[in-house]
Structures are given as structure tokens and as C-alpha cells.
């Protein structure tokens, strides 16, 4: 499966099969009034305080925050191993992965909204995808460092 984005234009487009999501069936209630769907690492202890976080900021209620640990939904669009490689979202159809589903996430949440817009520039989403490939080369050492001290 296709998980990377390309950075072409206003908004990321995904590449691949990821371009036509819009038969993308939610599974959970709570996902029919979401704008964000969310899919992370239910078993990373730096995912867990990530969308700790991300819940707490989110009092509006419009992101679906997906545990993908165990089993990636059926209908979900992207196997559980690309889902696990990086992070994924879903925004108004599209699916996103690394900085740009931040990004999205960020767009959802009023406190944030002017970062994740911001993001839709091309050169500042670079930057943060970036930012974001350097952070997954670090991940398993900052996963096992957050692990020890919780």
C-alpha cells in the first residue's frame, strides 16, 4: 500500500491507490460526526501520550481517534503495517500520512487550527515532513526512554 504523500499544490494529494478514499465506511459511532479520523499506535507509549494529549485539546469532539495496535479496521484503507510505519489521518476524504495527517489533526483543534493551516503551505509542510522522517528514525530509542519512566 501506498503511505507516502506528495507535496504538490495548496493540499497534500496522497499517491496511489490512497486517491479515491470516499467509499471509506466509518466503524465506530462516534466517527459519523468526526471531520478527523485519526489511526495510531494503541502500543507505543509516545503514541499513547500523543493522542492523550490531542483528546484532552480536542473538547469539540470532531477527531475519531482509531487504535490501530492490535488490528487495522477492515474497511480501513491502508494495512495495519503501513499504519504502524507512520502516522495516518483521514481529512474530509483524503487520506494523509506523516507531517501532513499532523497537520490535519492540528486543523481540528481550535488551540491548533493556525499551525495545521499554516501547514497547507508547501515549503512549511516540507519542513515538517522533514522533521517528521528524522523523528521515526529516533522513535524506537525516545519509545523505550518514555516506556522506563512511565
Given at each position: 500500500?501506498?503511505?507516502q504523500?506528495s507535496?504538490?499544490?495548496e ?5 496511489g ?10 466503524t ?10 485519526i489511526?495510531?499506535?494503541?502500543a507505543?507509549?509516545?503514541c499513547l501520550?500523543e493522542?492523550a494529549?490531542m ?6 469532539k470532531r ?6 495496535a492490535?488490528?487495522a479496521p477492515?474497511?480501513c484503507p ?5 499504519l ?5 489521518a ?8 506523516g507531517?501532513?495527517a499532523?497537520a490535519?489533526m ?14 497547507r503551505?508547501h ?7 522533514k522533521?517528521?522522517?528524522f523523528?521515526?528514525r529516533h522513535?524506537p530509542?525516545l519509545?523505550?526512554?518514555?516506556a522506563?519512566?512511565?
Amino acid at each position: 500500500m501506498h503511505s507516502q504523500i506528495s507535496f504538490t499544490g495548496e493540499h497534500p494529494k496522497p499517491l496511489g491507490s490512497l486517491t479515491s478514499v470516499s467509499d471509506y465506511s466509518h466503524t465506530l459511532t462516534n466517527q459519523e460526526a468526526s471531520e478527523v479520523t485519526i489511526w495510531y499506535d494503541g502500543a507505543c507509549p509516545l503514541c499513547l501520550r500523543e493522542i492523550a494529549l490531542m483528546r484532552r485539546l480536542d473538547k469539540r469532539k470532531r477527531i475519531a481517534f482509531v487504535d490501530i495496535a492490535e488490528d487495522a479496521p477492515a474497511d480501513c484503507p491502508i494495512d495495519q503495517a503501513d499504519l504502524l510505519a507512520r502516522f495516518h489521518a483521514k481529512e474530509d476524504g483524503v487520506v494523509l500520512s506523516g507531517a501532513a495527517a499532523f497537520a490535519a489533526m492540528w486543523r481540528a483543534i481550535p488551540i491548533l487550527r493556525p499551525l495545521g493551516l499554516l501547514a497547507r503551505n508547501h515549503l512549511i509542510l516540507s519542513i515538517l515532513e522533514k522533521l517528521y522522517v528524522f523523528f521515526l528514525r529516533h522513535r524506537p530509542k525516545l519509545q523505550r526512554l518514555v516506556a522506563e519512566r512511565s
